[in-house]
């Protein structure tokens, strides 16, 4: 069976308007497949504007041996990345009981009673308990000595309640967090902690956010628990690259797709392989009318680098390929979240 989906948004900014459609058709059949969150057309001050991202320099960063670290709040580690280490592999610790697993209600403007800003990172059980409100994550680590590769991602998105953030959706309604985790504004992936407030650091839709351009090598720690932060592009690219295993830097035309989707939670024949443990599942995007799109079809997960004040680069799965592209749009629409382990 062939799907064919037709999605077309909106947006009036400081006057002028911004479009975005797509015309995307599963792989039974047609090989060419169209971004649902991407146009070709170059941008102008009247025109849309969503392109392929360009290739950059391939970061990587080496990894501690602790089995399990706890990040507080006097351990801030937004380093640059440095050359890659090995896999984090050894026994584990006990966790500290201080933590809280109340969640946070309607805002991340302060941290929630009885929690704390820190997070611990058990390598022996995957695990990553983030201390705000007691949520635990599976992860996983990539390690491909091959590719000079060895990095600890979350093998689940991240499910941290702030403001402008909203459960991955079903249908057109807002549905599944404990499936999907929730679909985060660039803004609020961007600003939500770190000062505690909602004016974070002026990374929104329309702003220029200084520690987010193309080719910067600042981490941001984002929406992300203590001691992890949101990838970059170059991240995202290095990580396609090392899954791939074929090709040397980022190209649209790889096989990391299949390699990061999850094993069940696709349409039709799209499920993956999971060969990383990355586990990938497509939570869809909620657009800036609050509607929610694409559930069972794609992933869309945020990056850290920006595309002028209105776009941000994000990464994406398709069920219908077996690739992971890279491309930008819109700041105001909800994506998934994956965080990364900083570096030791």
Sequence with gaps: FAKKFTVCALAGVLGFALSACDDSSSAGGDETETSALS??????????????????????????????????????????????????????????????????????????????????????????????????????????????????WMAENLNYETENSWCGGIG??????????????????????????????????????????????????????????????????????????SITEYTSSNTAGSKLKSVTGWYDDGNGEDTFGFSALPAGYRDINGDYDYEGNYAYFWSSTEYLSYYAYYMRLYYGIGYASLYNYYKNYGLSVRCVKDSE
């Design 172 to 245: 057109t309604t807002e549905g599944d967090c404990e499936t999907y985790g929730r679909l985060y504004t660039w803004a609020a992936a961007m600003d939500s902690v770190g000062e505690w407030s909602t004016s974070g650091k002026g990374c929104g839709y329309g702003k220029t956010c200084s520690v987010a351009s193309e080719g910067s090598a600042t981490l941001v720690r984002g929406v992300c628990p203590k001691g992890w932060h949101l990838p970059s592009q170059s991240e995202w690219e290095a990580l396609i690259v090392a899954v791939d295993g």
């Design 39 to 152: 146009c070709s057309a170059e941008m102008s001050s009247s025109s849309r504007h969503c392109e392929d991202c360009k290739d950059e320099a391939i970061s990587s960063s080496g990894k501690s041996n602790d089995p399990a670290e706890v990040t507080d709040d006097s351990s801030d580690s937004k380093g640059n990345p440095s050359s890659a280490g090995t896999s984090t592999k050894s026994s584990a610790s006990e966790e500290p009981d201080s933590s809280d697993s109340e969640g946070v209600e309607g805002s991340s403007a302060s941290v929630p009673s009885g929690s704390s800003d820190a997070s611990v990172y058990d390598a022996d059980k995957n695990t990553l308990k983030d201390l705000r409100d007691g949520q635990v994550y599976k992860t996983t680590t990539i390690d491909i000595p091959s590719k000079n590769y060895s990095e600890v």
